[in-house]
């Protein structure tokens, strides 16, 4: 089991920047790769970014490459996603995941793919 706990989600003004965290606990943390995921009102939850097990490896969505930067700390056992230059479009619940996997390199962007949620964190962001 892998209990995953969000924080860090606000309100912030266009163009501003938020950090996300998430905490994990339980199974290994470096047993799993980690995503970020997104839902915005009315909206099916979309694939944001994800990295690997190593964290050497990373994938994002075109709507946030160069603006969202994930990072992970084994030792801490807790994933980070700086997110800058916020749009409005970019508001919504994010949610982390953990997909187990026994490869270093791997990440997965289905979220049927995804072992274990978060409960998500707010993030609004206003023109």
């Known amino acids: 089991q892998v209990q995953l706990v969000e924080s860090g989600g606000g309100l912030v003004q266009a163009g501003g920047s938020l950090r996300l965290s998430c905490a994990a606990s339980g199974r290994t943390f470096s047993s799993v790769a980690m995503g970020w995921f997104r839902q915005a009102p009315g909206k099916e939850r979309e694939f944001v970014v994800a990295?690997?097990?190593?964290?050497?490896?990373?994938f994002y969505t075109d709507s946030v490459k160069g603006r969202f930067v994930i990072s992970r700390d084994n030792a801490g056992n807790t994933v980070y996603l700086q997110m800058n230059s916020l749009k409005p479009e970019d508001t919504a619940v994010y949610y982390c995941a953990a997909h187990l996997t026994s490869s270093y390199t791997a990440w997965a962007i289905s979220a049927e793919l995804y072992d274990y949620w978060g409960q998500g964190t707010q993030v609004t962001v206003s023109s």
């Open positions: 990295i690997s097990r190593s964290g050497t490896n990373t």
